[in-house]
């Protein structure tokens, strides 16, 4: 490729429309959302990329309908997102729920803002690490990205539609205002170097059909309709024919699968940015906008000859603990640097030993400088 | 259409999933009238189960749809029409019919009823009206008539009742309609009416909920219930009411109440906006 050809693809791109970009690049053909601050240039942007690949937006009455029909498109066979920011993630919690019990593939963008409540609508923060985990009731799963550069936001948006497709679920996109309205110069992918992956379709026989019967991989085909199959779709626990039951051997089976299909999957889930841990002393993990903070911290950390390392979980959740453990191995000190009241640091706290950890937190509307990360690593030096 | 559909009797079997009965509504229950009438439409137009899609709520109502021997969504509580929306976006080809209940479709479903008229994408709705919420064991709904007793109105119900029909019509729905279980052929006619209309159908199916609150008001049995329509019907349409006791104590017209066959269903209208613009380029 000439220098020429290279920069042709290069544009200065915003994280939101960087964001809405790798979906349509992806094959997501439909997007349901409700406006929110910081998040609503994804919705602008796939309003006008939408039409242009024969795909449908529509924006809807509120979240939760916004979500519903993101399940309902994907149900009936169309790659399928939204985006939101803290209040209406909230709304969508019920049916991410849904998503995860019916194995609707979906991918929701969460451009994180203070909370709770409306909180700070302009302001960064990574209050919703959790709510992503845990926001919806019951027993779960949760697959939760979180990119940390305009670039990133591109291919973890890819590969999010890549794993709702491969593992039949919700996928969760979280980064937090900065990124979102962060302007860079990206490449753009061309199209064609892109991996995609669809969902596998039911091509199984009609006669004795089970629509929740799974393989190997645990993953059931999805039936399409029309193709008929005509199943049966239910937010109720289900057995293998897909009608409810309270059988407590067939309801454990049932959540027991959701469980360990994503467990069974951990080598194309997990991802993790390591840098210069393999001789630390103090490790930083940060994600999202302090991870870049950390980043330039290390280096002047490094040119000063303390052996400091960094750790940055891709993945959120589920958390990539065995790649923390060995970047974690030779580390006294670990600092957790989140812009929030301590979220994974519960998490880092779990695995590592609360008496290794040190926070490093901001929950003011304000990110965290790498001075800050500095200071904090002087203290625990 | 296909004749050979129409040419053979109809027969309530072929579309139910058998291997689910018995089903799980209580005897004399309204909601099984309004499936038959459902399937017996389905029928007429001509149907195939293969492209029918039934997405319901949740309740007793929403419960029905399991059992119809097609492609088969039991969502959750209120959402089904932002289901049906986003599936029938996705799958215009689809014919999408939404079963739902009074608290499911105007109570926490409200929102979505109102919008879902506004925007005239082709869904019928087909709302069980027993005003009650039967499923949870009989709380108010906001259809149950004045001075109604449920569980959670211990002193008779005070609040006022939501004119389904007229909220959907004001909301814009092109085509609006309801009718009582105990003229299952007139129902059947109606609910026709509504898939065959090209844009947003909700119809409004006089239910009852014979089991809790039948029982809760004193209301006679289950066919006394069911009989006891008639005489809550608009007269004109009901000129002979046969039990002095009317189930609902305000006459609520019946059949088609709103019929606008000129505004543009929204999927295909959105649709062409996108054919507009490609061809200006
Ligand atoms: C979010 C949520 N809230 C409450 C419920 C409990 N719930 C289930 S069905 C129902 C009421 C159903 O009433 P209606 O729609 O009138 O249906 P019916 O059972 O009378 O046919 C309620 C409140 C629920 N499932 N989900
Ligand atoms: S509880 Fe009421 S609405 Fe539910 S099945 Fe029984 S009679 Fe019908
Ligand atoms: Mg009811």
Redesign the interface.
């Known amino acids: 490729m000439s220098k020429t050809e290279a920069n042709a693809n290069r544009h200065n791109v915003q994280g939101n429309h960087a964001c809405a970009l790798a979906a349509i690049a992806a094959g997501c053909r439909f997007y349901a959302g409700y406006p929110i601050t910081p998040s609503s240039e994804v919705a602008e942007r796939m309003s006008l990329e939408l039409p242009k690949v024969g795909g449908v937006f529509i924006q809807m009455e509120d979240e939760i309908a916004s979500m519903g029909a993101v399940l309902g498109a994907s149900m009936g066979g169309l790659k399928a997102m939204t985006a939101t920011s803290g209040p209406g993630f909230s709304l969508k919690q019920e049916h991410i729920g849904y998503g995860i019990l019916a194995e609707t593939p979906s991918v929701v963008i969460n451009v994180m803002r203070g909370g709770p409540s409306t909180g700070m609508p302009t302001r960064p923060s990574q209050g919703d690490v959790m709510q992503a985990r845990w926001g919806t009731h019951g027993d779960h799963t949760a697959i939760v990205l979180a990119p940390a550069s305009v670039a990133e936001v591109y291919t973890e948006t890819v590969r999010a539609f890549n794993l709702a497709e491969q593992l039949r679920s919700p996928v969760i996109v979280l980064f937090d205002e900065i990124i979102g309205h962060l302007v860079e110069t990206i490449q753009l992918p061309a199209p064609e170097s892109l991996q995609l992956i669809e969902r596998k379709w039911a091509d199984a026989p009609k006669e004795g059909y089970l629509p929740y019967a799974a393989g190997d991989d645990m993953i059931p085909p999805m039936p399409r309709p029309g193709d008929g199959y005509r199943s049966h779709t239910t937010g109720l626990t289900h057995d293998e024919s897909g009608f409810p039951t309270q059988d407590p051997a067939k309801a454990e089976a049932m959540l027991a699968r959701l469980i360990n299909k994503v467990e069974r999957h951990r080598d194309v889930v997990d991802a993790a940015d390591m840098m210069a841990t393999e001789d630390a002393d103090i490790l930083v993990v940060a994600y999202g906008t302090p991870a870049r903070a950390a980043r330039r911290a290390v280096k002047e950390a490094r040119e000063q000859g303390i052996k400091l390392g960094l750790f940055r979980p891709i993945t959120l959740w589920p958390f990539p603990e065995r790649a923390f453990l060995a970047a974690a191995k030779s580390a006294k000190r670990i600092i957790v640097a989140e812009m929030n009241a301590g979220q994974l640091l519960l998490e880092i706290e779990r695995i590592a030993g609360r008496e290794r950890v040190s926070p490093l937190l901001r929950f003011d509307g304000e990110h965290i400088a790498p001075d800050e990360i500095l200071d904090a690593v002087g203290k625990a030096a | 259409m296909t004749d050979a559909k129409q040419q053979t009797p109809f027969d309530v079997l072929q579309y139910l999933r058998q291997e ?1 009965m018995p089903h799980f509504l209580c005897p004399g229950c309204g909601h099984g009238i309004a499936l038959r009438a459902l399937l017996w439409a389905v029928h007429e137009l001509g149907i195939e ?3 029918l ?1 039934i ?1 319901s709520g949740i309740g007793c109502a929403g419960r029905t749809g ?1 059992y119809i ?8 509580h209120g ?1 089904p ?11 215009p ?2 014919e999408v019919i939404v079963i739902t209940g009074d608290g499911d479709c105007l109570a926490i479903g409200g ?2 009823l ?2 879902a008229a506004r925007r005239n994408l082709d869904i019928t709705c087909l709302m069980l009206n027993n005003e009650v919420y039967g499923m949870t064991g009989g709380q108010v709904s906001p259809t149950t008539s004045e001075d109604r007793y449920t569980t959670t109105t211990p002193l008779g119900n005070t609040e006022a009742v939501f004119d389904a029909c007229k909220l959907a019509e004001g909301a814009g729905a092109t085509f609006v309609g309801r009718e009582v279980t105990v003229q299952t052929p007139t129902l059947k006619n109606l609910i026709l009416g509504g898939i065959a209309h090209d844009g947003f159908a909700f119809i409004e199916v006089i239910s009852d909920c014979t089991e809790i609150y039948g029982r809760k008001n004193d209301l006679g049995s289950s066919a006394e219930m069911i009989l006891s329509q008639k005489s809550a019907m608009r007269p004109e349409t009901f000129e002979n009411n046969i039990i002095d006791r009317p189930f609902r104590p305000n006459a609520l017209p019946t059949g088609v109440l709103a019929h606008d066959k000129t505004r543009p269903e929204y999927g295909a209208a ?1 649709r062409a ?2 054919k507009a ?2 061809t200006k380029k």
């Open positions: 689910l189960k293969d492209n899609a997405v399991a021997d097609a492609n088969t969504f039991h969502t959750t959402r029409l932002a289901f049906a929306t986003g599936l029938k976006l996705a799958r080809d689809l929102n979505h109102i919008h959105y906006s996108i613009q490609q």
